[in-house]
């Protein structure tokens, strides 16, 4: 079932999500619902807390990205309880990125690209990995939201100050996107 998508200015999207367990009711069906969501709106992540849920899980399919990063062929994961720690040795870059929680606005942020990431399949079997490029770039993002956090947290005042009035429709529900979205107004 495709979701709406939770609007920045949503409560839910600031909110630090729970830890899932093997005995969260409807798992399976939260999972299906994120990746049919994502994909009806043409993302590349989308984490639980963008359909209303404050649960620590997140679906990645970017390989659709794999003509410009070649490294994205394969890159789906599901993401359970996900827990990142940033390498120094990493290097820095600047990229432009976008939020299905944010239609509209692309910015420039710096992250490291080089993650070590920790997380739990559907099976809750663990898994542990070392991610570079433009995937540690993706997991950086959607975890962000299950703490509470947006990748436009991440730039300039200055730069947040020339898409304030943006971030002002966004937050009352004025958008412009075609896909379903729930923000404080309806359109
Ligand atoms: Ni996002």
Not at 137 to 162: A, N, T, Y
Not at 178 to 184: E, L, N, Q, S
């Amino acid at each position: 079932m495709i979701l709406p998508i939770y609007l920045y200015g949503q409560p839910v999207l600031r909110r630090v999500a729970d830890e899932i367990t093997p005995e969260y009711e409807g798992l399976t069906e939260l999972i299906e619902n994120m990746k049919a969501t994502m994909y009806a709106s043409d993302g590349i992540g989308i984490a639980a807390p963008q359909v209303g849920v404050s649960a620590k899980i997140v679906y990645i399919d970017a390989s659709v990205l794999a003509d410009t990063f070649p490294e994205l062929a394969e890159a789906k994961y599901i993401l359970i309880n996900p827990e990142i720690e940033v390498i120094a040795d990493g290097k820095r870059l600047s990229r432009e990125e976008g939020c299905l929680s944010l239609p509209g606005i692309h910015e420039p942020v710096m992250r490291t690209e080089k993650i070590h990431i920790k997380w739990l399949d559907e099976n809750f079997t663990a898994h542990d990995e070392i991610v570079e490029g433009y995937l540690a770039r993706v997991m950086q993002h959607e975890c962000d939201h299950l703490d509470g956090k947006v990748f436009i947290d991440h730039i300039s005042p200055i730069r947040k100050q020339l898409i304030r009035n943006k971030l002002n429709n966004i937050v009352r529900g004025k958008v412009n996107c075609d896909y379903r979205t729930k923000g404080v107004a309806k359109k």
